[in-house]
T-cell receptor, first 109, second 117 residues
Framework: GQNIDQPTEMTATEGAIVQINCTYQ??????LFWYQQHAGEAPTFLSY????GLEEKGRFSSFLSRSKGYSYLLLKELQMKDSASYLC??????????FGTGTKLQVIP | DTGVSQDPRHKITKRGQNVTFRCDPI?????LYWYRQTLGQGPEFLTY????????KSRLLSDRFSAERPKGSFSTLEIQRTEQGDSAMYLC???????????????FGPGTRLTVL
């Protein structure tokens, strides 16, 4: 089975940096996704890590350590519009993707 | 590319009624997923299609749930004898076939919000 853990809520200040952690225990692993979801909207893709290391995309970076079952999403230069839920999801055996419960990030002025 | 569309966007029904939702994936995507999401939770996998074949189905999907993708394009999800616990957002996502650009990305539709009274 799959078990994915991430903090329920986080608060950060506009302009700051925030790191959202995700740990996972899975029976199979093909890659790890991060999605952003604003309230009442569908998730939108942010990143996909297959190999260990850090991948940077503008203000967002994602890190993966397969040996530790650990990933984080790093958001820099926070903006108010970054207030959303951030979902960690693991692509396991075959085509199944298992999502965590999400981390609700609130950006304050 | 018009994105993934779902219909209806909202559905209110009485307990015991049957409902059917439709998903139109991005046209060149051969892989299609259905998820269910309740408030404060992440999407929960329901089923997966590759072209018209239903290749994976969650054990959480009871016999009251059925999904089809008859021609490998749009898909339908039917819930029979709805229960109040079925109230949720039902999300559809599509994904390009292996070897295509962005093959690892799932593109989500806007969802159908079901309320069972």
């Amino acid at each position: 089975g799959q078990n994915i853990d991430q903090p329920t809520e986080m608060t950060a200040t506009e302009g700051a940096i925030v790191q959202i952690n995700c740990t996972y225990q899975t029976s199979g692993f093909n890659g790890l996704f991060w999605y952003q979801q604003h309230a009442g909207e569908a998730p939108t893709f942010l990143s996909y890590n297959v190999l260990d290391g850090l991948e940077e995309k503008g203000r967002f970076s994602s890190f993966l350590s397969r040996s530790k079952g650990y990933s984080y999403l790093l958001l820099k230069e926070l903006q108010m519009k970054d207030s959303a839920s951030y979902l960690c999801a693991v692509a396991g055996g075959y085509q199944k993707v298992t999502f965590g419960t999400g981390t609700k990030l609130q950006v304050i002025p | 590319d018009t994105g993934v569309s779902q219909d209806p966007r909202h559905k209110i029904t009485k307990r015991g009624q049957n409902v059917t939702f439709r998903c139109d994936p991005i046209s060149e995507h051969n892989r299609l997923y259905w998820y269910r999401q309740t408030l404060g939770q992440g999407p929960e996998f329901l089923t997966y299609f590759q072209n018209e074949a239903q290749l994976e189905k969650s054990r959480l999907l009871s016999d009251r749930f059925s999904a089809e993708r008859p021609k490998g394009s749009f898909s339908t999800l039917e819930i029979q004898r709805t229960e109040q616990g079925d109230s949720a957002m039902y999300l559809c996502a599509s994904r390009p076939e292996p070897g295509q650009a962005n093959t690892d990305t799932q593109y989500f539709g806007p969802g159908t919000r079901l309320t069972v009274l």
